[in-house]
């Protein structure tokens, strides 16, 4: 049998998906099912005065209105789940709507259900709410400021936390030979996976148990947190995450309007669906990003890095969403010194609550951020004494010698070969060629540049003590069952819930080569709370380090019992007993055999098992890792700038990403393109835009520029192959790598082509606009 | 109102409002729910069907513009026993990823490849202004249009030959 791990294998789930058959959650209709629709607020930051619902209740269609008063003394508040110790944390909790005050545009103020959804939506214009408008603040720094309006009454100042792991004396900056300081603005962003949030709710009466499809990326979690929110237990609640059309990290979050629309189908006895639209989306789903980073990097002259400092000043938005108080602290904060071995480190961020819709994960969730902020400022500082942007890196990368390697923030890194991607990625852009062709334009008077990003992420969450230690309100190990039927064919349960990674096919191709069997017999089933004993999710490109490690050591477990009976049957020892092609054998013998097939029979009839052993061929692990991954990689991103129009034309784009071992180079290339196209469009074209009173001005995909087809080059990508010693499979993770490393590498190209302007820094997007202003106001430098 | 219209090859008759979406009637009214929803401006493509062999979005048409049309959805495309073109390309290339955006980005390249047999690159990226991905990174989208192409040129060359050596069907 030809192998399945690393081989290009057509992924399984395309099938129903191609043809129209995919089951997305507003595909889905139950007998009696009415419609819900979410009254938004239309201020940033408004007193409600009072709420008039009668009109709407007599529109015929009109099942019911909610308000805070009727829904928030039944339900429970949506709680913050990271809450980071040692930093003086406020978290707000989140009442499923909005009673007194409204703290940021598209909180909601009532649930209306009705009829059809038509209905739903003209009824939201028979509600009368008197508001009273107070002064909003929507940016950090000047939320912190004196006499900045206050979001939260009771929290001071709108500081929702301040965490500082370590701190490093001035003295260390003030001795140093060389001193690079910046401040970099990561713009607020928003995920928009390309189906939006929903949920159906369905509710038992008679047995109280309640059923809510919904578009999750961790339908455990979910289950966890309605549970209480909703008073049902977990045990007679069911969330299942059918097809879920992208998350991003959007759909990690706990949210009101899923459990709203349980709340409502209990109440009315019939089931309800609530599907977001993406005006809606874009004020009512988590925002990403928005840190002010202040770095000082210190060094020797010969380009040596000796010590950084970063302080990070993060808008949270009017609450502290899910996870979100982890991504500017933890998520961000320890990973600051990127790919090099820089011996001094500190960190310090604000946390702070403003108008706006709350932010949260995103694609590689603080990552991204940490390794922009190194990678420009290790540029900066080689300008600054006159070294090469290529040789700065390789004077200060992690030596493969040093693995397991501690960084100064006291993360472990598993394994690495640094150099190894970089060289790849110099050959693969031919890079002396590539440094010729800019001084050959810059001649013309055209201007090339030439982006670096050479980065370590951190991957696989993760340790269940770590996610204790830092304050995550849940574990991070997972599950995988495989069982297998008495046909021999395979069914296989994970707890991590995927939404458009791949994970049936690559789980299929793990089993697969496991049993020796085609990954037709195998079917991979997820995102269901009903079926699966349990999981925490897919995000922080954990599924196949964590997951795939859970589904490895079960189906190894599966395969030690059936060598047994094997072995029992064929009366010999069972260390005697090989499995080749999907065949027990044993060794030496041929023809004393028995496919996989037959012992599955034979452990399912039980009829003849070794003494003591129970019936079935099922195992199933619960797998905790010792450590996280870490991916790596280098990227080369090429740009030419147009002088008379501020245009960054992307020409060409490399990345050499190691993702520990591959199990479908295919997908994993799809992944990287992807990830690719969205830290891409960061640092180009997508960007947030809100008013001074807190509206939200890009509010559609008219006013928010998502990344199109012809944005970008053909990407060159490939990988390199270091296997991680944290789990099974050697596999590190490779669903953010692309978003972390590709925006500095964007940002650093163009400052790169800017060069001779003087231009050191600009705010992302790099659009037109503001490329050609920069360059209109340096002039006199060219 | 009264409409009827054939879908898919279906004759179908039915009494919606005159607001009613084409996308809302396909989906909610006759279960078509292959046929996606992405925004509410009419930026992202997911809605794409033929009315009348021109490819629309369905999400800015109304129901009862499309009375007495011939409607054609990603269900009408192919299925499994025998895919259109575009199909086997997006599932051989890796076209998709969560699949949200493909039934509208199929009907929308399939409808390209009616007019351009044989794009380029950037006629296919040029051609997809008006859909968005967010999973994929167009690459292999690109690659799926351009596996279709090639798999059409194939099936007419059949097809010729079929019909200049007069054999009733395709051996
Ligand atoms: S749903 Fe029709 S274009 Fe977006
Ligand atoms: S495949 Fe997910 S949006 Fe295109």
């Known amino acids: 049998m030809a192998k399945l791990h690393g081989a290009r294998i057509k992924r399984q789930e395309d099938p129903r998906l191609i043809t129209g ?233 706990v949210y009101t309007e899923e459990a709203l629309a349980g709340y409502a189908a209990k109440n009315l006895k019939r089931p309800v669906k609530w599907i977001e639209e993406r005006s809606e989306h874009f004020l009512a789903t988590n925002h990403a990003r928005d840190e002010v980073i202040e770095v000082e990097l210190a060094g020797n002259k010969d380009g040596t890095l000796t010590a950084l400092r970063v302080v990070n000043t993060a808008n949270m938005g009017a609450y502290l969403s899910t996870m979100g108080a982890g991504v500017p602290t933890i998520d961000f904060g320890l990973m600051i010194t990127g790919a090099y071995d820089i011996p001094k480190a500190a960190v310090r961020t604000f946390g702070v609550y403003t108008n706006t819709t709350p932010t949260d994960a995103y694609r590689g969730a603080g990552k991204p951020e940490a390794t922009f902020q190194i990678e420009r400022a290790i540029d900066l500082f080689a300008h600054k004494i006159g070294m090469d942007v290529l040789e700065i890196r390789k004077k200060n990368l992690v030596k493969k010698e040093a693995f397991p390697y501690t960084n ?205 052993m129970e019936p079935a061929l099922e195992a199933q692990s619960f797998f905790d890792p010792e450590n996280f991954v870490y991916p790596f990689g280098t990227h080369i991103c090429v740009v030419e700038v147009d002088k008379d129009t501020g245009k960054v034309e992307l020409t060409r784009y490399i990345a050499v990403d190691d993702v520990g071992r591959v199990i479908n180079p295919t997908i994993v290339e799809g992944q990287v393109h992807g990830g690719l196209a969205q830290g891409i469009g960061q640092a180009l074209w997508e960007g947030t835009v809100y008013s001074e009173n807190g509206q939200l001005l890009s509010g559609t995909f008219m006013d928010y520029t998502m990344p199109q087809a012809d944005f970008f080059p053909e990407f060159e990508t490939a990988c390199t192959e270091t296997p991680s010693p944290v789990n099974p499979l050697g596999a590190k993770g490779v669903g953010e790598t692309g978003t972390t490393a590709s925006t500095p590498a964007v940002v650093n190209a163009v400052m790169d082509a800017l060069k001779a302007y003087g231009i050191k820094d600009l705010e992302m997007p790099l659009t037109p606009e503001k490329v050609w202003s920069a360059m209109q106001n340096r002039r006199e430098l060219v | 109102m009264e409409i009827s219209m054939k879908v898919n090859g279906t004759e179908k008759k039915s009494h919606v409002e005159p607001r009613m979406l084409l996308v809302h009637y396909l989906r909610d009214e006759l279960d078509l729910t292959g046929t996606h929803i992405g925004c509410d401006t009419s930026q992202c493509g997911a809605c794409t069907v033929y009315v009348d062999g021109k490819s629309v979005k369905s999400c800015t048409t109304l129901a009862v513009q499309a009375d007495g049309s011939e409607v054609t959805t990603v269900e009408g495309l192919g299925d499994m026993e025998k895919l259109h073109a575009i199909q086997r390309g997006f599932w051989e290339e890796h076209g998709l990823q969560c699949g949200y955006c493909t039934p509208g980005v199929m009907m929308a390249m399939a409808a390209l490849l009616r007019e351009n047999h044989d794009p380029s690159e950037s006629e296919i990226r040029e051609g997809m202004k008006g859909a968005i991905c967010r999973c994929t990174g167009y690459q292999f989208i690109v690659k799926a249009v351009q596996h279709a192409a090639r798999r059409l040129a194939e099936e007419k060359e059949e097809q010729r030959l079929v019909q200049s050596t007069g054999e009733g069907g395709v051996k």
């Open chain 1, 408 to 612: 100064a923030m006291g993360l472990n890194y598993d394994s690495g070969n640094y150099q190894l991607s970089l060289e790849k990625a110099l050959e693969m852009a031919n890079y002396e060629e590539l440094r010729e062709e800019q001084k050959r334009l810059a001649a013309e008077g055209r201007l090339m540049g030439i982006g670096f990003s050479t980065y370590v992420e951190l991957c696989g969450l993760g340790p269940s003590k770590v996610a204790g230690a830092i304050g995550f309100q849940g574990g991070l190990w997972e599950n995988s069952t495989v069982r297998v039927h008495p046909s021999g064919k395979v069914a296989v349960y994970t707890g991590a819930s995927p939404h458009g990674q791949g994970v049936k096919t690559t789980f299929a191709q793990v089993v697969g080569e496991k049993f020796g069997i085609p990954i037709e017999d195998i079917e991979v089933y997820s995102g269901d709370t009903g079926s699966i004993a349990m999981g925490w999710g897919t995000y922080g490109s954990r599924t196949t380090a964590v997951g795939g490690g859970a589904l490895a050591i079960a189906a190894d477990r599966v395969v030690d019992k059936a060598k047994k009976i094997a072995a029992h049957e064929l009366e010999a020892s069972p260390d005697d007993i090989e499995l080749k092609d999907g065949v027990f054998q044993v060794k030496g013998v041929p023809g004393r055999q028995r496919t996989f097939q037959q012992i599955a029979k034979s452990a399912n009839m039980a009829w003849n098992l070794p003494e003591g």
């Open chain 1, 21 to 253: 058959n995919g089951n997305f959650t507003d595909d889905i209709k139950l007998p009696g099912m009415v419609h819900a629709r979410v009254l938004r607020s239309p201020y940033a930051h408004a007193k409600i005065l009072s709420i008039d619902v009668s009109e709407a209740l007599e529109h015929p269609g009109v099942l019911a209105v909610y308000t805070g008063k009727d829904v928030n003394p039944e339900m429970q508040p949506v709680p913050t789940s990271w809450v980071v110790p040692g930093c003086n944390i406020k978290p707000k909790p989140r009442m499923p709507l909005a009673e007194e005050k409204v703290h940021y545009a598209g909180e909601g103020v009532a649930f209306v259900v009705a009829e059809d959804r038509y209905i739903a939506k003209d009824a939201l214009e028979k509600i009368k709410v008197e508001y009273e408008e107070l002064p909003a603040v929507t940016h950090q720094e000047e939320a912190l400021k004196e006499g900045a309006p206050i979001v939260h009454e009771d929290v001071e100042g709108n500081l929702a936390f301040d965490w500082q792991p370590a701190e490093l004396d001035d003295e260390v900056f003030e001795q140093a030979e060389v001193v690079v300081k910046q401040r970099f603005y990561e713009q607020r962003v928003v995920p928009n996976p390309m189906e939006t949030r929903g949920a159906v709710a369905q509710y038992n009466s008679g047995g109280g148990e309640m059923t809510i499809w919904c578009t999750s990326q961790n339908p455990h979690i979910h289950r966890m947190v309605y549970s209480e929110v909703l008073g049902i237990p977990e045990s007679k609640l069911r969330i299942v995450a059918p097809d879920v059309g992208g998350g991003f990290g959007a759909k990690i979050g």
